[in-house]
């Protein structure tokens, strides 16, 4: 794309936004940052600051953690960090104070805040599609364009009275019995965000009028499971797709169809049992769904950022509006942070800048993410898309290919549960594997309590590890043999040093979800910015669905044998 057409596909920096937070973004980006996007880009291993880095990574690869610590009585509090109503320890990390500085000097090279004040100013960051990420404007974390302000607080005011009917038992099926049941239907960033957070938030103890379910596999069994219990005459299905065009979400909405016909007959029409939430109101109207059913969102609302967009509407109905808007106040509480404060003081920046520190320097190629609250069973989940599907990508800024390794495989599971299953690789495996523990405080309850003792337990364990004396001491307090000892020690040495991050939350409550999935967000922001990766994007995912609609048109066309071999043994 050519420099004027990235200029087009910005918004307007002044006089044309609405809303009254963001002005001095929309201010900035008349200035340095109208450019920063289409600005010469430098790599970043081009940067002064990375030959820097490199010699902090010689300096510290032969010391341990733990010998930092000891050095350093004042660790924790030099590497850690509290606003915005986090805590986040970075003190268990391979790194010191003067590395710190130095990636904090790589993020000023890469002119992250010309970056940061193009994401907030509206600028086409997203530069391959030209267009704006704005997904901040949702949550009044910045300024909507004023060519979408109206639409924009329609779809609102819509949004929560579909969820206040719902929530009152006003919203009624063809039959005229009050809808019982939600059924959202959508995959990606329309299914894993109100999944994750509806889990995480309306909890067993909720009293939720309406139960809200989730399906994104085409696999049927998902929806089976789903409709258990259901009758057609008290059920709503939400397709939620942007596109309205993704396989596996048209494949159970048409499933659904065919579910509540079967109860309620041929001839009844549906339009009362069915919402969505889509752009493409032809495709949707197409299927059945009347546009005054229909809720849109903003073209500069990519999908793995779209919780908060109308997308949101089933967490909503599973929330309730004060839940809702507590959630949006949270991760607007982290857009003011990240847009405001100074880079040192900054929990995005500094999150994004010791991920960087891991994948770059350490040679971690991957992150576990372990939240130690079964309701964020699912964060990981959710992560896995934000991080992977926004900067698991290779071509920079100017065309050229990175020459450093860009996202980590994310993955994880909640904590306690993996401490007894794969933790074993952390501890005597071979492979470097930075940790994020997410830990909520205990506030009085003892499993509560015992849970983040777990946690803290896990990451001094993963640190400092036991060494061959310890194991040999361990052994002969067992008053085993000296030749068992030998024997034994080995298996029983542990050599610590895994690198981890601790994010501390007051408590799971939607302030503090709303908070962390925004210190997330702006995380990738700053690591794809410094990479000189488009985060909004997603071409490789595109080829996937691509090649399934080809085979789904034309079976006999295979791109391989090996795919033909499969068909055929399918068929058999
Ligand atoms: O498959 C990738 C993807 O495009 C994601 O980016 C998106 O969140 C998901 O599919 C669902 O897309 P849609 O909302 O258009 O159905």
New binding site residues.
């Given amino acids: 794309m050519t420099t004027a057409a990235l200029r087009r596909a910005s918004f307007p920096t002044s006089g044309s936004w609405s809303g009254n937070i963001g002005a001095e973004a929309a201010a900035s980006s008349t200035s340095s940052a109208s450019t920063a996007v289409t600005d010469a880009f430098t790599a970043p291993q081009h940067l002064p600051a990375w030959t820097h880095l490199a010699a902090h990574r010689e300096r510290l690869g032969t010391r341990h953690v733990a010998d930092l610590f000891a050095a350093d009585a004042g660790r924790f509090g030099t590497l850690s960090r509290e606003a915005a109503g986090l805590l986040v320890d970075f003190s268990r990390q391979r790194l010191d104070a003067e590395t710190l500085d130095d990636l904090l000097a790589l993020a000023a090279e890469a002119r992250l805040g010309d970056g940061i004040a193009a994401l907030f100013g509206g600028q086409a960051v997203n530069h391959t599609e030209g267009r704006a990420a704005l997904h901040m404007a949702l949550r009044r974390g910045c300024r909507v364009p004023a060519a979408d302000a109206d639409e924009l607080a329609r779809t609102a005011t819509r949004m929560r009275e579909f969820a206040r009917q719902l929530r009152n038992g006003e919203l009624r099926g063809a039959s005229g019995e009050a809808i019982r049941r939600v059924v959202n239907l ?7 965000g109100p999944r994750m957070a509806a889990e995480a938030l309306a909890g067993p103890a909720a009293s939720t009028p309406v139960e809200v379910r989730f399906v994104a596999n085409i696999d049927p069994r998902e929806l089976d499971e789903a409709l258990a219990g259901a009758r057609a005459e008290e059920t709503l299905f939400i397709v ?7 396989a ?2 048209l494949a159970n909405a048409h499933a659904a169809r065919t579910w509540l016909r079967a109860t309620l007959g041929e001839a009844t029409p549906l339009d009362a049992h069915f919402l969505a939430v ?1 752009n493409a109101t032809g495709a949707a109207a197409a299927f059945g769904i009347p546009a005054d059913r229909v809720l849109p969102m903003p073209e500069w609302v ?3 950022y ?1 919780v908060w967009s109308a ?1 949101g509407l089933p967490l909503l109905i599973a929330l309730g509006e004060d839940g809702f808007d507590a959630l949006l106040a949270g991760a607007r509480e982290m857009d003011e942070h990240f847009r405001n404060a100074p880079l040192t003081a900054n929990l995005p920046v500094l999150m994004g800048l010791v991920g960087l520190w891991n994948a770059d320097f350490i040679g971690a190629s991957t992150l576990a993410v372990l939240p130690y609250a079964h309701g964020l069973r699912n964060f990981p989940a959710w992560l896995q ?1 934000l991080e992977m ?1 926004s900067n698991g990508k290779r071509a920079l800024r100017d065309g050229t290919f990175t020459a450093v390794a860009t996202s980590p495989v994310v993955w994880g599971g909640a904590g306690t549960v993996g401490q007894h299953a794969f933790h074993q690789l952390f501890y005597q495996g071979t492979h470097c594997v930075p940790v994020d523990f997410i830990v909520t405080a205990g506030k009085g309850d003892a499993r509560r309590q015992a849970l983040a003792d777990n946690a803290l337990a896990q990451a001094a364990a993963l640190t400092h590890g036991r060494s061959l004396d310890e194991a040999r001491a361990a052994l002969r307090a067992r008053g085993l043999p000296p030749a068992e000892i030998e024997r034994l020690a080995p298996h029983l040495e542990i050599p610590g040093n895994q690198p981890s991050t601790t994010v501390l939350l007051a408590d799971l409550d939607p302030a503090s979800l709303g908070r962390l999935m925004a210190l997330y967000e702006h995380k990738v922001f700053v690591q794809g910015w410094i990479w000189g990766i488009n985060s909004f994007d ?1 071409y490789g ?2 080829l ?2 691509e090649m399934a609609r080809r085979l789904a048109d034309d079976p006999d066309g295979a791109r391989d044998g090996a795919t033909l071999g499969m068909q055929r043994a399918l068929a058999r």
């Fill in positions: 959508g995959i990606g960033g329309s299914d894993l939620s797709s942007k596109s309205f065009t993704t596996e979400t889509s990519g999908g793995r779209s997308i898309q599907e997603q995912v595109e996937g669905k």
